[in-house]
């Protein structure tokens, strides 16, 4: 993995990482650790927590303790090695609502320190966020030409740290990774949860994607995006002329499961004219998003990257806007995989139906049984991921 930092439309700096399959000579596993575990890069996970052990500097396992490999300072490896991902208790990034927040409008400074993946740097900025490279590393025969790169775009409250396992696991399939962290989460800046408007967050997206080309420009991009990143995938994907071969979407943002009632709309409408970037809980429980079983991000500390808030300038952008992509989404241009969980109490398994009826036959519908919102983390991930792997052969 290396960092990335995207420059966004209006120079809001946002932060992210790439992942690249590897040829098979190099005798390392995409995403697995170095060999060199004790040079002076050590090199930290994109989005992960650090817990502390008694000395500042020990880097964790994002979702996770780190082991004891016998040195004090040793990192481990974030997510798990890819070829081992059909082990039921493979660990995966936390499941995302943080209990130790930043002041408010802040991002949090802090992120793990996993060995072999990124160069350790400490804050060169006033806000506390790390400098990241953008550019790529020059071509050398341990890089492969990816079959496809997927961009990925993460939901609501959460981070791209938090995809980790996922992207490992396309990488050993021969498949590239790039992801980043909406404005307002993560790594990147401004209040949590908050977004001007959707025409932003489309922007944002199209800009990874653009990148994604720049850095793999013979393969096919495919956007991927889960919960609110669902909707804004769908939003750019109809509104803007993207380069992209595919979507996927997964558990996306159409409507609410639970949606709020017409007073409470209303009086968000009201506070919205008034005060845009005012924050409310946004009621998330970490139980609604998956069940846990042996898999390790249960019993892993809670995500510090993660927040429980929500703008009310963002929940008016992506309501209004996800009602605009249901009612226009038969002019969507692109094969799409749509995946939602029958038990999903985060958004609409109602809409995604609705969604799929409107694509017709560009569109690979799955229900999940028993299925919650972070498919990719509930207890039938290993077959979610692979559904999505086969996909991406079959239409790149």
Not at 11 to 32: A, F, I, S
Not at 342 to 356: G, H, I, K, N, P
Not at 369 to 387: K, N, P, S, Y
């Amino acid at each position: 993995m290396r960092e990335l930092a995207l420059t966004a439309k209006d120079g809001t700096r946002l932060q992210g990482w790439t992942l690249e399959p590897r040829n098979e000579g190099d005798g390392r596993q995409p995403g697995g650790p170095a060999e060199d575990r004790g040079r002076e890069g050590e090199a930290s996970q994109p989005g992960g927590p650090a817990e502390d052990r008694g000395r500042e500097k020990e880097a964790s396992q994002p979702g996770g303790p780190a082991k004891d490999r016998g040195r004090e300072e040793e990192a481990s490896q974030p997510g798990g090695p890819a070829k081992e991902r059909g082990r039921q208790g493979e660990a995966s990034q936390p499941d995302g609502m943080a209990r130790r927040q930043g002041p408010q409008g802040e991002a949090p400074q802090k992120s793990a320190q996993a060995e072999g993946q990124f160069r350790h740097q400490e804050p060169s900025r006033p806000d506390g966020h790390e400098r990241a490279r953008s550019r790529p590393e020059a071509a050398s025969p341990l890089r492969a030409k990816p079959r496809a790169a997927v961009c990925l775009v993460h939901g609501m409250g959460e981070h791209s740290g938090r995809y980790a396992e996922l992207a490992q696991a396309l990488a050993a399939e021969g498949i590239a990774v790039l992801a980043y962290d909406q404005r307002g989460h993560g790594r990147s800046p401004g209040p949590r949860g908050h977004a001007d408007s959707m025409e932003t967050l489309t922007a944002d997206a199209e800009r990874a994607v653009r990148e994604a080309v720049r850095l793999w420009p013979e393969s096919p991009i495919i956007l991927y995006g889960h919960s609110m990143g669902g909707a804004v995938a769908l939003a750019a994907a109809l509104g803007r002329e993207l380069p992209i071969a595919g979507l996927i979407l997964t558990s996306p943002w159409l409507r609410l499961a639970s949606p709020p009632s017409s007073l409470a709309r209303a009086a968000a409408a009201w506070i919205g004219r008034i005060r845009p970037a005012f924050a409310l809980p946004s009621g998330i429980k970490q139980r609604d998003l998956f069940r846990p079983g042996a898999h390790a991000v249960a019993g892993g500390a809670l995500d510090p990257l993660c927040h429980t808030r929500i703008t009310v300038s963002t929940y008016l952008a992506v309501t209004s806007s996800a009602a605009q992509s249901l009612a226009s989404a038969g002019s969507l241009a692109v094969p799409t995989l749509l995946l939602h969980g029958t038990e999903d109490r985060v958004t609409s398994l109602q809409a995604s139906e609705e969604l799929a009826a409107a694509l017709g036959p560009l569109c690979s519908f799955r229900r999940w049984e028993r299925g919650f919102h972070e498919l990719h983390h509930d207890e039938r991930r290993e077959e979610v991921i692979e559904t999505v792997r086969m996909w991406i052969y079959a239409n790149s």
